[in-house]
């Protein structure tokens, strides 16, 4: 089991950048890839992006590519998502989802855990 816990959302202006944090607890944090997600309201839940338990490897939807950047720290059990040049239609809940395994799916049903999620809104 691993607990997850969110942070870092808030209200900024459309070009800013926030800076998510997901803090892990429980089993090692190393023996899972993580993920983000997102839900807008009256939306479906759906993929940013996702790193390899190692690191090495990361993924992001095409709405976020070459401004959002995945990063995880093992050893202090953490995954950030760093989002730059922020638009409205990136509001949303953002959620970070853990997965027992090696490697990371860009589908939320693959996802063993999840966090309660933290608000993020971008004014224009």
């Known amino acids: 089991q691993v607990q997850l816990v969110e942070s870092g959302g808030g209200l900024v202006q459309a070009g800013g950048s926030l800076r998510l944090s997901c803090a892990a607890s429980g089993r090692t944090f190393s023996v899972y890839a993580m993920g983000w997600f997102r839900q807008a309201p009256g939306k479906e839940r759906e993929f940013v992006g996702a790193?390899?338990?190692?690191?090495?490897?990361?993924d992001y939807a095409d709405s976020v590519k070459g401004r959002f950047t995945i990063s995880r720290d093992n050893a202090k059990n953490t995954v950030s998502l760093q989002m730059n040049s922020l638009k409205p239609e990136d509001t949303a809940v953002y959620y970070c989802?853990?997965?027992?395994?090696?490697?990371?799916?860009?589908?939320?049903?693959?996802?063993?855990?999840w966090g309660q999620g933290t608000q993020v809104t971008v004014s224009s």
């Open positions: 989802a853990a997965r027992f395994g090696i490697s990371y799916y860009t589908t939320s049903g693959q996802y063993d855990y």
């Open positions: 790193i390899s338990r190692s690191g090495g490897s990361t």
